[in-house]
């Protein structure tokens, strides 16, 4: 990690919560800006011009930004958002120009790991704040989030075989898991747009936004109220959640209670049932 690089995680702007890092790659002009207020980090795709459409930089940024946070003690949670543009983003930039690659070179640089499995290695809270369009990898990235929270105006899409594609950066494998095949499907063969409402009642989304001014203030908030809770509570009940998709019931049960047990003995355990007895919210540190 670059001098610049740790600025940009360790050091805050003390005059404002929520000031944006001022130094090195994640600084205003950035394809994706980094802010933090306390222990909540905001990660902005910043291609309003765009709507945010995933281009190289996204792809080299939204990762680096990500995993810098999983290592900064101090953040317990993160929001992924839109920023300003018309929407939370709108897919890949098929007008990036880049040089023709064979399948075969297509498929090696595949095999090497993609820009999304970044999101998989955070342990954190991360919640999704979404307005406005969210379509083909803009939704693969809100479906690689744990929480989903959209605004009044929000239109989802996986557009891809409109295109001769399919989703490439897991669209095809976590929408099922999330609102089941069948549902799924539908939304894959047709590539057609639903709203925050239908979205909302088919699980897509958790929570709805009251409108677009507040969207970024709820999501804040929201991660704020989780980032106050044990952190590594917070991280193996993710962990464990998460896990359960994949494993047997007995072997989801066993993983449970090992993580249950290693919780006894925190120091964030302790302090809870000290905040209990004394009628007061505990001071965890994560510990």
């Keep these: 990690m670059t001098m610049d690089e740790t600025a ?9 919560p929520g000031a944006v890092f001022a130094a090195g790659r994640f600084a205003a002009g950035a394809a994706v800006r980094v802010e933090r207020c306390d222990a909540v980090a905001v990660v902005t795709l910043n291609r309003p011009d765009r709507i945010n459409a995933i281009n190289d930089d996204i792809r080299k940024l939204l990762p680096e930004a990500l995993l810098a946070l999983e290592a900064d003690a101090e953040v317990h949670a993160i929001v ?32 090497k790991g993609a820009w ?8 954190k809270p ?23 929270i959209a605004s009044p105006e929000a239109v989802f899409s996986l557009p891809e075989t409109g295109l001769g594609l399919i989703p ?3 669209g095809t494998q976590r929408l099922p898991r999330l609102i089941g095949l069948g549902r799924a499907l539908d939304l894959l063969l047709t590539g057609d747009r639903i709203d925050v409402a239908e979205a909302h009642r ?12 507040t969207l970024l203030d709820e999501a804040v908030a929201l991660a704020a109220r989780i980032a106050g809770r044990a952190p590594a509570a917070s991280r193996y009940v993710k962990e464990a959640a998460v ?11 066993a993983l449970e209670r090992s993580l249950f047990a290693l919780l006894t003995s925190t120091e964030d355990k ?7 007895k004394e009628k007061r919210q505990p001071k965890f540190t994560g510990e």
């Design 8 to 16: 940009i995680v360790n050091g805050r702007d003390q005059r404002a």
């Design 80 to 111: 992924v958002h839109g920023g300003e543009a018309r929407g939370f983003c709108a897919g890949a930039d098929i007008t990036e120009k880049r040089e023709p690659e064979s399948p075969v070179a297509v498929h090696r640089r595949n095999s």
């Design 116 to 123: 999304i499995d970044a999101f998989d290695q955070v342990s």
């Design 126 to 148: 991360l919640i999704a704040a979404i307005h406005g369009f969210c379509m083909g990898g803009g939704l693969e990235i809100a479906l690689a989030c744990d929480i989903r």
């Design 168 to 170: 490439g950066a897991g």
């Design 202 to 213: 088919i699980g897509l989304i958790t929570r709805m936004a009251a409108e677009r001014a």
């Design 243 to 253: 896990a359960s998709v994949e494993l047997s019931l007995p072997a989801g049960l």
């Design 270 to 276: 302790a302090e809870a049932a000290r905040a209990f």
